[in-house]
Structure formats: C-alpha cells, structure tokens
C-alpha cells in the first residue's frame, strides 16, 4: 500500500495493453493511463486510428506504441503481445475493449452475424487473456485484467443485439472463471459493464436511427448517455493499488440503468 495516498492511482512503471485504442472507450483509457504514468501498447486493427492515438500520447508526453491486430485472430494476438514485451519488457496490464455490434432481429440474424460478434467480442479477449496471462504467470509478479463488458450482459436489450448481449454475457462468465482459476498467481480480473455511451458507432446509430437515441435515454435514470471519459476512473482504479483486492467483480458504470 503506499504510504503517500495520492499515489494511490499511480501507473508509474507499468506497462498496459489496451486493445481497441483507436477511438472510443478505448482510446480514453489509452490516454488515462498513459496520464497516470503507464506505458501504453495501443491496439486496433484499424492503423491509422491507432497510430494517431499513440502519436497523441506521445504529443502529450506519454509514451505509447501502436500496434494493429484482429483480435480475432491468434497469430494477430500472440504477435502484438509479443510486440509489447520486445518494446517495454513486460505487460502488466490488459484491457479487453475492443468489440463491435452488428444489430438484427433475431429471426433474422444470419450466421455469420452470430459469429463475428462472438469473434471479436468474446473469442478475442480469451485469446489476449491466454497469451498475457501466460507472460503474467511465468513472470510471477501478478498482474490485473480488465475485460469490458456492457449492461447488456446482465439484462435483455430491445435493440437487436441477441449476438452482443451473448457476447457481454460470456465476457462476465470468464472474468469470473479466469479470477478464481488465477488468483493464486495474483493475477487480478474485472469487469467493466457500461451503459450506452457516446462512442462513435454509437453517434453514427442514433443519427441513422433517431428512435435508439430515445431509447437509450428513458433507461438511464440520469437521463443522459455515458461519455468515454467515465468509463477511464474505473479503468484506472481497476489497474492500480486501490483495487488490490478486487477480483471476479463486474464494475457497472451505467447511470443507474440496471437499478430498475
């Protein structure tokens, strides 16, 4: 514990990989923490959104590397970890952000709809979990995990998202197998599940579709849609200190959406 509380956020000498850097929850966090102190590894498969968000860090005086992978894949996977011990030595820190939507009714969801949400959404944090907690076990010096999760894998959504809530389910079931299975290696694993929040394939829906927007709204008690900077406190107390013995907990940061 350290003796001066207002390092007791400090990311000082950590190094985090945080995928889906390239805009939205990710790269708030990506940001955050590299404000704090950490060394940030940015992922995303889109290079030019991630090569601005590391060269913003590093405008503001962080330091960050891009990196580009599809999470769904475990060579892209085992690569990019293998990219941030080679730069920075270690990892201590991972935040599975990455993830997309694909809406439909589900009689009318086709397979492969099904099937890339689950890639990306859930088959992509086991695989960076499986690689970087493997570096964390050898290594023998513990480490935290962060999974982002979504209100939608705790209650029903009315928007066409059978495949994301599936997702967001499992990703909860996981963080709470991989907590228990390697707490003995002191390797701490959340959750974050946020309500609607304004990143912009969430911007980009409510235009196409004005009705989501008022959706979205008359279910948050605080009548208004998460920003991204909410989401970057609980992402940092979930990497630091302060969080030393929080393990298998799903975070909820949803404006009291899930108090109904």
């Known amino acids: 514990m350290p003796t001066n509380l207002k390092n007791?956020?400090?990311?000082?000498?950590k190094t985090a990989l945080v995928t889906g850097a390239g805009s939205g929850l990710g790269r708030a966090i990506a940001e955050g923490y590299a404000e704090y102190g950490a060394n940030v590894v940015c992922v995303d498969i889109s290079s030019k959104d991630v090569e601005e968000a590391a060269g913003e860090i590093a405008n503001r005086g962080g330091k960050a590397v891009p990196?580009?992978?599809d999470v769904s894949r475990g060579?892209?996977?085992?690569?990019t970890v293998e990219t941030a011990l080679k730069t920075y030595g270690t990892v201590n820190i991972l935040v599975n952000n990455a993830g997309i939507g694909m809406r439909s009714n589900a009689e009318d969801m086709t397979d492969?709809?099904?099937?890339r949400v689950i890639d990306i959404n859930l088959k992509g944090p086991f695989l960076f979990c499986r690689a970087v907690g493997r570096h964390m076990i050898n290594r023998k010096k513990g480490g935290r995990i962060i999974n982002m999760a979504s209100i939608?894998?705790?209650?029903g959504l009315e928007t066409g998202n059978a495949n994301y809530c599936a997702s967001k389910g499992g990703i909860i079931a996981m963080t709470r197998?991989?907590?228990?299975?390697w707490a003995k290696h002191n390797i701490l694993v959340n959750a974050i599940a946020p309500s609607h929040t304004r990143t912009p394939l969430i911007e980009k829906l409510m235009k196409e579709k004005p009705k989501v927007r008022e959706y979205f709204i008359n279910n948050i008690p605080l009548g208004r849609l998460a920003e991204p900077k909410h989401i970057v406190g609980p992402a940092i107390f979930l990497a630091s200190d302060a969080a030393a013995f929080v393990t298998g907990h799903t975070l909820v940061v949803d404006g009291g959406h899930t108090a109904k």
Request: hydrophobic content about 50%.
């Open 67 to 69: 990196a580009v992978c």
């Open 8 to 13: 007791f956020f400090s990311l000082e000498g």
């Open 152 to 155: 939608g894998g705790l209650v």
């Open 112 to 115: 492969e709809m099904w099937q």
């Open 75 to 79: 060579e892209d996977v085992e690569r």
């Open 177 to 181: 197998t991989l907590a228990i299975e």
